[in-house]
C-alpha cells in the first residue's frame, strides 16, 4: 500500500464489492505510527438503502433454507477464519493498535462465535407442550425475522461483529454490517473470506461509513432489529431512534469496571492480574478494569507500591516491531491523536482534582514511532469516589486507586455508579465473593478474575448505563433477539377412520 495515494475501500453489497455512491471519505491510520493505510468511504443513506434492499431480497429464500445447510456456509467460514488466523490478527494490530498475542486472543473468540452459532439447529428449538388444555397442544416456534443491522466500534474490528453475525445469519435472518471507520480494514480482510463461503448474494453485506450510515440503517425503514456496541451516550440514541422506528434493539454502551481487593487477597497473583486487565489492549476494552478499590489502609499501602511498580514495567511500543511481538504483556499506542489529548487531559483534570500521581505516561516518546499516538502506563491514587477521574470513562492506560473501609464501602460506590459493565472481586472469602455476586450492579462478574468476559456459550453485555437492551450478546440468549417467538394452539376434532381403498 502506497500511504501517499491510499487505495478507497469498497462496500460489499449483494455478493459484490462495490464502490459507494457517497464521495466523502477519511484516512485510516495505523495508530502506531502514523501511516496512513486506506481511505475510508463514508457511505450515505442510498449506499445503505442498496445494502437493506439487497438484505431484504435475500430473505426470503436464506429464511427457507434448512438450518444445517445455512450452517455448512458458517462452518466454512469458521475453518477459513482459522487458516487466515496469524494475517487477521496482523491485520487488527495494524488498524487497531493492540498487540498481537491481544489480536489473537480477539481472534479466538471471533472464531469461538462461529463455532458456537453452527448449533443453530439446536439454539433455535422451539418448545411444545400436549394437552395444554382437553385436546388442545401448544408450541412455540422460532422464526427468522428479517434484515438486522450492526453497527461496530473501534476496539474489537473481528470480535464484536461475531458476537452478532454468525447467530443473525445462521438463524435464517440476513445482516448489514456497519463497521467502525477507524478500523475497517478487518472486516474487509473477513469479507474476502465471507465472500467463498457461498452464502448467497444479499445475505450478508458490509457498509463503510460514520455516524450517517449508522443512522441511516437505524432509521430504515426495511430493517427489523439493530445490534449496536459502542459508547452510551451513542447507545441510548440508537436505542432511543429504535423505539422510535419500531425495531428490535440492543445497544452496548460503555464502562468504568472496578477490581475490589479484599484484606485477604492473594496480593503476589492479584497484581499481575491487575496489570492485564487495566492495561492489556492500552485500557481500550470494554472490560477493561480502570479503578482498583482497596479495602483496608494495608491492602491501599501495599497495592499503591506493587501495582505501580509492576506497571512501570510495562514495554510501550509499536507491537509489529520484532522486540514486541510476542510479548503479552506490551501495551501499542491509543486509537487517535483525538483519543490522546482527551486521555491525557482527564489526566491532568484528576491531578487538579487532588489525585496524586503515581506513574505519569503522558509525554513517552517511541523512537521510530514519532507520529503514534503513545500513552505509557499512568497510575493516579487518592482518587475520591463521584470525582471527575472515577465518573469518566477513560479509555486508555490510566488507572486509578481508591480506598474503601469496608467491602460495603466499595459495593456502594460500584452501585452509584452510572456504568454498571462489569465488576470483580479478589478474596479468598466466600462470604465476600457471595455478596459480591449477588449485591453488585453490573453484569459480567468476576472472583479472582481481572476480565471477567464470558466465553461464547454464555451472554455477554452489562447493566443499567452499559446497555440499553432487554438481551445480551452472543450464545443460546441473543437467539432469542434474531427470532420471533410465534405460538400455535392447535387441536383436531375427531374424525372417522379413513375408508380402505378398494
Ligand atoms: P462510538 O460510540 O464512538 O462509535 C461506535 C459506532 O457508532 C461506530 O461505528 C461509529 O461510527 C458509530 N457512531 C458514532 N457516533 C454516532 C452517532 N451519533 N449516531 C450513530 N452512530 C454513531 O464508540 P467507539 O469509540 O468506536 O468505541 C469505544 C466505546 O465502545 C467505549 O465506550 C467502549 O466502552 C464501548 N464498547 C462497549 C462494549 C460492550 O460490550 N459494552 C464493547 C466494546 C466497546
Given at each position: 500500500?502506497?500511504?501517499?495515494?491510499?487505495?478507497?475501500?469498497?462496500?460489499?453489497?449483494?455478493?459484490?464489492?462495490?464502490?459507494?455512491?457517497?464521495?466523502?471519505?477519511?484516512?485510516?491510520?495505523?495508530?502506531?505510527?502514523?501511516?496512513?493505510?486506506?481511505?475510508?468511504?463514508?457511505?450515505?443513506?442510498?449506499?445503505?438503502?442498496?445494502?437493506?434492499?439487497?438484505?431484504?431480497?435475500?430473505?426470503?429464500?436464506?429464511?427457507?433454507?434448512?438450518?444445517?445447510?445455512?450452517?455448512?456456509?458458517?462452518?466454512?467460514?469458521?475453518?477459513?477464519?482459522?487458516?487466515?488466523?496469524?494475517?487477521?490478527?496482523?491485520?487488527?494490530?495494524?488498524?487497531?493498535?493492540?498487540?498481537?498475542?491481544?489480536?489473537?486472543?480477539?481472534?479466538?473468540?471471533?472464531?469461538?462465535?462461529?463455532?458456537?452459532?453452527?448449533?443453530?439447529?439446536?439454539?433455535?428449538?422451539?418448545?411444545?407442550?400436549?394437552?395444554?388444555?382437553?385436546?388442545?397442544?401448544?408450541?412455540?416456534?422460532?422464526?427468522?425475522?428479517?434484515?438486522?443491522?450492526?453497527?461496530?466500534?473501534?476496539?474489537?474490528?473481528?470480535?464484536?461483529?461475531?458476537?452478532?453475525?454468525?447467530?443473525?445469519?445462521?438463524?435464517?435472518?440476513?445482516?448489514?454490517?456497519?463497521?467502525?471507520?477507524?478500523?475497517?480494514?478487518?472486516?474487509?480482510?473477513?469479507?474476502?473470506?465471507?465472500?467463498?463461503?457461498?452464502?448467497?448474494?444479499?445475505?450478508?453485506?458490509?457498509?463503510?461509513?460514520?455516524?450517517?450510515?449508522?443512522?441511516?440503517?437505524?432509521?430504515?425503514?426495511?430493517?427489523?432489529?439493530?445490534?449496536?456496541?459502542?459508547?452510551?451516550?451513542?447507545?441510548?440514541?440508537?436505542?432511543?431512534?429504535?423505539?422510535r422506528t419500531g425495531k428490535r434493539c440492543q445497544a452496548l454502551g460503555s464502562a468504568k469496571n472496578y477490581l475490589v481487593v479484599m484484606p485477604d487477597a492473594k496480593l503476589d497473583r492479584v497484581v499481575q492480574n491487575?496489570?492485564?486487565?487495566?492495561?492489556?489492549?492500552?485500557?481500550?476494552?470494554?472490560?477493561a478494569a480502570s479503578v482498583i478499590a482497596c479495602v483496608g489502609d494495608q491492602t491501599y499501602r501495599q497495592v499503591c507500591d506493587q501495582f505501580t511498580a509492576v506497571a512501570k514495567s510495562v514495554n510501550v511500543g509499536?507491537?509489529?516491531?520484532?522486540?514486541?511481538?510476542?510479548?503479552?504483556?506490551?501495551?501499542?499506542?491509543?486509537?487517535?491523536?483525538?483519543?490522546?489529548?482527551?486521555?491525557?487531559?482527564?489526566?491532568?483534570?484528576?491531578?487538579?482534582?487532588?489525585?496524586?500521581?503515581?506513574?505519569?505516561?503522558?509525554?513517552?516518546?517511541?523512537?521510530?514511532?514519532?507520529?503514534?499516538?503513545?500513552?505509557?502506563?499512568?497510575?493516579?491514587?487518592?482518587?475520591?469516589?463521584?470525582?471527575?477521574l472515577e465518573r469518566t470513562e477513560i479509555f486508555g492506560p490510566v488507572v486509578i486507586i481508591l480506598k474503601f473501609d469496608s467491602l460495603d464501602g466499595a459495593i456502594t460506590a460500584i452501585n452509584q455508579h452510572e456504568?454498571?459493565?462489569?465488576?470483580?472481586?479478589?478474596?479468598?472469602?466466600?462470604?465476600?465473593?457471595?455478596?459480591?455476586?449477588?449485591?453488585?450492579?453490573?453484569?459480567?462478574?468476576?472472583?479472582?478474575?481481572?476480565?471477567?468476559?464470558?466465553?461464547?456459550?454464555?451472554?455477554?453485555?452489562?447493566?443499567?448505563?452499559?446497555?440499553?437492551?432487554?438481551?445480551?450478546?452472543?450464545?443460546?440468549?441473543?437467539?432469542?433477539?434474531?427470532?420471533?417467538?410465534?405460538?400455535?394452539?392447535?387441536?383436531?376434532?375427531?374424525?372417522?377412520?379413513?375408508?380402505?381403498?378398494?
Amino acid at each position: 500500500m502506497d500511504s501517499n495515494n491510499p487505495s478507497l475501500l469498497q462496500n460489499h453489497v449483494d455478493g459484490r464489492w462495490v464502490t459507494p455512491a457517497a464521495e466523502d471519505s477519511v484516512d485510516v491510520q495505523n495508530p502506531s505510527d502514523g501511516r496512513i493505510l486506506a481511505r475510508v468511504p463514508l457511505s450515505g443513506a442510498a449506499d445503505v438503502d442498496h445494502a437493506v434492499a439487497a438484505a431484504r431480497t435475500a430473505f426470503g429464500e436464506w429464511s427457507r433454507t434448512p438450518v444445517a445447510e445455512r450452517c455448512s456456509h458458517m462452518r466454512m467460514l469458521a475453518q477459513l477464519m482459522r487458516e487466515n488466523f496469524e494475517d487477521l490478527a496482523r491485520q487488527i494490530t495494524e488498524e487497531m493498535g493492540k498487540s498481537l498475542p491481544d489480536a489473537r486472543a480477539e481472534m479466538k473468540r471471533a472464531i469461538e462465535n462461529v463455532d458456537v452459532a453452527c448449533g443453530m439447529p439446536t439454539l433455535m428449538q422451539g418448545e411444545n407442550v400436549t394437552n395444554c388444555a382437553a385436546d388442545i397442544d401448544g408450541e412455540v416456534l422460532r422464526l427468522p425475522i428479517g434484515v438486522f443491522g450492526m453497527i461496530a466500534p473501534f476496539n474489537f474490528p473481528a470480535m464484536v461483529p461475531f458476537w452478532f453475525l454468525p447467530y443473525a445469519v445462521a438463524s435464517g435472518n440476513t445482516f448489514v454490517l456497519k463497521c467502525s471507520e477507524q478500523v475497517p480494514l478487518t472486516m474487509q480482510a473477513h469479507f474476502r473470506l465471507i465472500e467463498r463461503c457461498g452464502f448467497p448474494p444479499g445475505v450478508i453485506n458490509l457498509v463503510n461509513g460514520d455516524k450517517i450510515a449508522s443512522q441511516a440503517l437505524v432509521e430504515h425503514a426495511d430493517v427489523d432489529g439493530i445490534s449496536f456496541v459502542g459508547s452510551s451516550p451513542v447507545a441510548r440514541k440508537i436505542a432511543e431512534a429504535c423505539a422510535r422506528t419500531g425495531k428490535r434493539c440492543q445497544a452496548l454502551g460503555s464502562a468504568k469496571n472496578y477490581l475490589v481487593v479484599m484484606p485477604d487477597a492473594k496480593l503476589d497473583r492479584v497484581v499481575q492480574n491487575m496489570l492485564t486487565s487495566c492495561l492489556g489492549c492500552a485500557g481500550q476494552r470494554c472490560m477493561a478494569a480502570s479503578v482498583i478499590a482497596c479495602v483496608g489502609d494495608q491492602t491501599y499501602r501495599q497495592v499503591c507500591d506493587q501495582f505501580t511498580a509492576v506497571a512501570k514495567s510495562v514495554n510501550v511500543g509499536n507491537p509489529l516491531d520484532d522486540h514486541f511481538m510476542d510479548d503479552a504483556q506490551a501495551i501499542g499506542p491509543v486509537i487517535s491523536d483525538d483519543a490522546k489529548r482527551r486521555i491525557q487531559s482527564l489526566i491532568q483534570v484528576g491531578i487538579e482534582e487532588g489525585a496524586t500521581l503515581l506513574l505519569d505516561g503522558r509525554g513517552i516518546q517511541i523512537s521510530g514511532c514519532e507520529d503514534g499516538h503513545f500513552i505509557g502506563p499512568t497510575v493516579l491514587a487518592d482518587v475520591q469516589p463521584g470525582s471527575t477521574l472515577e465518573r469518566t470513562e477513560i479509555f486508555g492506560p490510566v488507572v486509578i486507586i481508591l480506598k474503601f473501609d469496608s467491602l460495603d464501602g466499595a459495593i456502594t460506590a460500584i452501585n452509584q455508579h452510572e456504568y454498571g459493565n462489569g465488576a470483580s472481586i479478589y478474596t479468598q472469602n466466600g462470604y465476600w465473593a457471595r455478596r459480591f455476586k449477588t449485591e453488585t450492579l453490573a453484569g459480567m462478574i468476576g472472583v479472582n478474575v481481572g476480565i471477567p468476559a464470558p466465553v461464547a456459550y454464555l451472554p455477554f453485555g452489562g447493566m443499567r448505563g452499559s446497555i440499553f437492551a432487554d438481551i445480551k450478546g452472543q450464545s443460546k440468549e441473543v437467539v432469542r433477539f434474531f427470532t420471533e417467538s410465534k405460538i400455535v394452539t392447535e387441536r383436531y376434532w375427531p374424525e372417522e377412520d379413513p375408508i380402505p381403498a378398494e
